[in-house]
T-cell receptor, first 111, second 115 residues
Framework: GENVEQHPSTLSVQEGDSAVIKCTYS??????FPWYKQELGKRPQLIID???NVGEKKDQRIAVTLNKTAKHFSLHITETQPEDSAVYFC??????????WGAGTKLIIKP | NAGVMQNPRHLVRRRGQEARLRCSPM?????VYWYRQLPEEGLKFMVY????????ESGMPKERFSAEFPKEGPSILRIQQVVRGDSAAYFC?????????????FGPGTRLLVL
């Protein structure tokens, strides 16, 4: 079946350093890949997304890259700040118009 | 444009009671998804509905759980005869599902506690 694998499950980085979270997907027909951030006790919120017709998208300190051949996509956060601490989820649009979710990455920013 | 609304935000039930969780999608959105999340865990898909139709309920337990999205009013997730293991956060999300409308927008969640 369709699945999305996300790594690492936990990532601890020093404040100011960069963080990279990687996901791979199984359905080669997927063409939409969002990233969500969930702070403790809050709802998941979309932070960036990418469609299959582009290879990279940036929004200030956040960027997402997509390699359709290898079926993987990554989230890059530069100059990390304490407020970046959260759980991040990747997803890929599967058949039946549903998002297939990764298991999440807990990002810890050390002061 | 109000976001996705869920109520109640917190619900306490005793074992054997029924829980009803409500979700009003964003204006203009006709697709609703329900997810369950245990503490420190990911989002587990439960059910995907359109108005008056269940599109995919593959993630929902066959017994005690049901969902609907009527022509008028909110989507309802119903859990009958709740057990302690049903304690979790239940999120709904909505999308317009037009071309380019795959993004799901989440409500604040309902935290269900079964005593």
């Amino acid at each position: 079946g369709e699945n999305v694998e996300q790594h690492p499950s936990t990532l601890s980085v020093q404040e100011g350093d960069s963080a990279v979270i990687k996901c791979t997907y199984s359905d080669s027909a997927s063409n939409y890949f969002p990233w969500y951030k969930q702070e403790l006790g809050k709802r998941p919120q979309l932070i960036i997304d990418i469609r299959s017709n582009v290879g990279e998208k940036k929004d200030q300190r956040i960027a997402v890259t997509l390699n359709k051949t290898a079926k993987h996509f990554s989230l890059h956060i530069t100059e990390t700040q304490p407020e970046d601490s959260a759980v991040y989820f990747c997803a890929a649009l599967g058949s039946n118009y549903q998002l297939i979710w990764g298991a999440g990455t807990k990002l810890i920013i050390k002061p | 444009n109000a976001g996705v609304m869920q109520n109640p935000r917190h619900l306490v039930r005793r074992r054997g009671q029924e829980a009803r969780l409500r979700c009003s999608p964003m204006k203009g959105h006709s697709h609703v998804y329900w997810y369950r999340q245990l503490p420190e865990e990911g989002l587990k898909f439960m059910v995907y509905l359109q108005k008056e139709n269940i599109i995919d309920e593959s993630g929902m337990p066959k017994e005690r759980f049901s969902a609907e999205f009527p022509k008028e009013g909110p989507s309802i997730l119903r859990i009958q005869q709740v057990v302690r293991g049903d304690s979790a956060a239940y999120f709904c999300a909505s999308s317009p599902r037009t071309s380019g409308g795959e993004t799901q927008y989440f409500g604040p969640g309902t935290r269900l506690l079964v005593l």
